[in-house]
């Protein structure tokens, strides 16, 4: 039987939609908010606004991209949560309302589970069990995965993200936001041994990147109080050793889990794995380790649609449809 599905994805300020058939990406298109880079950050009410204006036109765009009509599709895929709860509401209202008047099931996805699981877009593609290292602006995550349907979380941040550490310290450098992608960049010609920051030792699988942000801020305060070009002078070398700390503390909680868990098969996933630096140290650690490792695409890494199609075809085969009652949440356990 083929099976067709229209994704949506608007859980922060990337509207996307997507279309998968039997398990291939058809189409996978998104519109990004460029309004909030004045403000340093995503501000709610303006991204749940131009998730309104976006979401016809780029549904559109994407059932043309993949040759696909409404009549054509099987099921309504939307990411139910986390996010932002206005952006996800308007997401979800108009699957919704898709979903009843086609009359095709609905289906709500989990946006982290389906970081996850966008590992299993493309070949090659992990083996069951395999272990996913997901980072992002608002999670970090080692993920257990035994199966489509069964993930469990085994160790995660008990403060701040890894994503929220790299724009955080891009901000006390006085980089524009979002300020990441600008470290990654920088970081490519510094010396990553050239400062030294502290890598918190918490024990088990958990991460923790708080007192990382602190002591970053008080040693950028010491140098620039006897040099106020201190940080021009020395952005690339200041980028590349703060990269590499964060690097190093994933790796090593990850080979911590494969150790304990005995899985070779490891992923990475989330907005945070297009860093060029977490990519070539997965790769890196996995050959020494001798670890089966898988990198999405670009496109699938960031917020995109085509992870909630994805997820939501394993769903749909097992048949785990969605009620219209369903509301989407900010937070969501799994």
Known sequence: MSVTILAIESSCDETSAAVCADGKILSNFIASQAVH?????????????????????????????????????????????????????????????????????LIAVHHMQAHVLA???????????????????????????????????IGETIDDAAGEAFDKSAKLLGLPYPGGPLIDKYAKTGKPDRFKFPEPQIPGLDFSFSGLKTAILYFLQENTKTN??????????????????????????LKKATIETGIKDVCIAGGVSANSGLRTALKETGDKMKWNTFIPAFQYCTDNAGMIAITAYYKFLAGEYTPLTASPSAKAEW
């Open 37 to 105: 880079e004045q403000y340093g950050g995503v501000v709610p009410e303006l991204a749940s606004r131009a998730h309104m204006q976006n979401i016809v036109p780029v549904v559109d765009k994407a059932l043309k991209e993949a040759g696909k009509q409404l009549s054509d599709l099987d099921a309504i895929a939307f990411t139910q949560a986390p996010g932002l709860i206005g952006s996800l509401l308007v997401g979800a209202q108009f699957a919704k309302s898709l979903s009843l008047a086609l009359n095709k099931p």
């Open 228 to 253: 106020p070009n201190f940080v021009e002078e020395n952005l690339a070398d200041i980028c590349a050793s703060i990269q590499h700390r964060i690097i190093s503390i994933l790796m090593n909680k």
């Open 119 to 153: 590992n299993l877009i493309d070949d090659p593609k992990p083996s069951f069990p395999f272990l996913c290292l997901t980072v992002s602006g608002g999670h970090t995550q080692i993920v257990q995965c035994d199966s489509p349907h069964q993930l469990r979380i």
